[in-house]
């Protein structure tokens, strides 16, 4: 089934330390997205991409980057990881058409040690 | 600007009985409007949308929402209430194409189902 696929789906670091976390879609979809959760509260968009296209939200730290090599493929890069960093991470992808929904990933819960 | 609100963060509801979580929307345009479910430690999964069309839209798992323009609103609504259906809802609203490709969440609504 085609699908948007997160991995790792629990990921531990330690303070400081650089992690990555990964995202792929078999949708074909051109926009993906990076959310932050916490704690049951609404999705944060941290960022996006329309193809290339790279579009950072004004509020997100600098500490969060993200790479897109092909339509397939996003990663989330947190340069150094700090307590409050610790949340679900959700990726999700969707045409550019107006009237498609958002397709999301299992999310990605990250630990921060 | 697009935006939507949950002004319930909670609803209890007996198993069984019909079930209502509401949202109601501001947008500039056509609203294209979604409600999402959440359960622990997962993504969200889509329910159903409004684009145009059937003010009545129905979706997964038994789900309905009904798109009222006079009153702005988007109620998610379910006949028969599961304990299963115990979960973190989220309506959310789309930039109209070409415009962009944000959607907007609302806050959340949790749902208790009370065997």
């Known amino acids: 089934d085609a699908m948007v696929i997160q991995n790792p789906r629990y990921q531990v670091t330690q303070f400081g330390k650089p992690v990555t976390l990964s995202c792929s879609q078999t949708?074909?979809?051109?926009?993906m997205y990076w959310y932050q959760q916490k704690s049951s509260q609404a999705p944060k968009l941290l960022f996006h991409?329309?193809?290339?296209?790279?579009?950072n939200e004004a509020d997100t730290p600098d500490n969060f980057q993200s790479r897109r090599p092909n339509t397939s493929f996003c990663f989330l890069d947190i340069r150094s990881p700090g307590l409050g960093d610790a949340a679900m991470y959700l990726c999700?992808?969707?045409?550019?058409?107006?009237?498609?929904?958002?397709?999301f990933g299992q999310g990605t819960r990250l630990t921060v040690v | 600007a697009q935006s939507v609100a949950q002004p319930e963060d909670q609803v209890n509801v007996a198993e069984g009985n019909p079930l209502t979580v509401k949202c109601t929307y501001s947008v500039s345009g056509n609203p294209y409007l979604f409600w999402y479910v959440q359960y622990p430690n997962r993504g969200l999964q889509f329910l159903l949308k409004?684009?145009?069309?059937?003010?009545l839209v129905k979706g997964s798992y038994g789900f309905e929402a009904e798109f009222n323009k006079s009153q702005t609103s988007f109620h998610l609504k379910k006949p028969s209430a599961l304990v299963s259906d115990s979960a973190l809802y989220f309506c959310a609203v789309r930039d109209p194409p070409n415009t962009g490709n944000q959607f907007y969440f609302g806050t959340g609504t949790s749902l208790t189902v009370i065997p």
């Open positions: 999700a992808t969707s045409s550019r058409t107006g009237n498609t929904e958002a397709f």
């Open positions: 991409y329309y193809d290339k296209d790279f579009n």
């Open positions: 949708l074909n979809h051109n926009v």
């Open positions: 409004y684009i145009t069309g059937d003010n």
